[in-house]
């Protein structure tokens, strides 16, 4: 099995063969033989003939964990990875040298934890993770893997490490990401705006940073809008409108920048809507004039958000939430003709087809 690995490999690597290998698993099925071998030996000579397969057969087995995993077969790269890390250790247990130096050697053991949570071998990569942890590996993207490890079962606990790997490594952008996506679905708002502006300094040119930011301060916009704080009703508005306007400024046809900033207005209205169905059904002077000039305000709000939805129709012609609004809002402003039309072409994506052309490009 040694011969017909360092066979392939010659082919492959020197002589740039591009066919299948017709052995693939031969420095695995090589490092199993040798590694029995081991435990068998009785003398001297054969103790020696097995370790010195297992050296020669780690710096194989290492590059096809590589290819394995640079071809996305993460359970492949994981199994060899992992063998990587028995052979090493099986030599220094065995007082033998590793031709792997010990940063190659931790090296073998991330690359195994990775490809192991990426192939859903939570458990096993964890030995390995907290090997390294204890061995003060020098990556942050250690803190991810353990915050994503255990936040299914002890949240509390992939709070500790993502928070541990926040403070050892305050620059990364990775930790600082999963810090912002755990704050978004935990909810707490005010806290992400620090978070997300970090971010931004970090990654000036990223737009999803900016709809981000900008969707956090039109969560607070409605928040203060449905409690009556008008102050902070407005200073969140105006605040979601800039950071949608600055991803918009980055690509100009950014779809989701261009539904937010319609959704915006959309929403203001619909709050206004609730108010104006309270004054609905006072026929006093006073209530009357109320319910006009509150009216008004609810058509402009609509208005405003009008163009932005037609321009995203104009992108993308079955999106179920434009089409929505787009129905809505011609049916406020009693089209019930384009209303009718926006409903049609929404019944058609509900049923699963799709609209062949958008309304608006035509």
Partial sequence: MLEIANRDYINKEIKGDTLPSRYPDAAFQGYQSYKKALGLAAKKYQKTDALTGISTLIG??????????????????????????????????????????????KDAMYSAAVTGMLA???QESLV???????????????YDLMYNAYLDTDKA??????????KLYPEDVSLL???????????????????????????P???????????????????????????????????????????????????????SIGALYYNKAAVYTQELSKLADDYSKEG?????????????EFDKALPYFQDAERIDANDQN????????????NNLELSNEFKVRLERIQRGETNPTSYFKR
């Fill in 60 to 105: 194989l087995l290492n590059n096809q964990a590589i290819k394995e995993y640079q071809s996305e077969n993460n359970s492949a790269a994981f199994k060899t990875f992992s063998t990587v890390v028995e052979a090493h250790e099986t030599l220094t247990r065995e007082g033998e040298k590793s031709p792997l130096e010990d940063k190659q050697y």
């Fill in 157 to 166: 606990k992939a709070v500790s490490y993502l928070e541990t790997g926040r």
């Fill in 128 to 142: 390995f993770l907290n090997t390294l942890m204890e061995n003060k590996y020098e990556n942050a993207y250690i």
């Fill in 322 to 333: 434009t089409l929505v609004a787009l129905k809505e809002i011609y049916a406020r402003k």
């Fill in 205 to 259: 040119g990223n737009k999803s940073l900016y709809l981000t930011l900008g969707n956090v301060y039109d969560n607070l916009f409605q928040k203060a809008l449905e409690s009556k704080d008008n102050e902070g009703s407005e200073k969140n508005f105006n605040l979601a409108l800039e950071h949608y306007q600055k991803a918009l400024s980055l690509d100009a046809g950014y779809t989701d920048a261009i539904y």
């Fill in 288 to 300: 009357l004039k109320k319910y006009d000039a509150l009216k008004e305000k609810v058509n402009a």
């Fill in 177 to 203: 990401f999963t810090e912002i996506n755990h704050y978004l679905r935990e909810g707490r708002m005010d806290e992400l705006t620090g978070k997300l502006k970090i971010a931004i300094e970090k990654e």
């Fill in 120 to 122: 859903d071998k939570k």
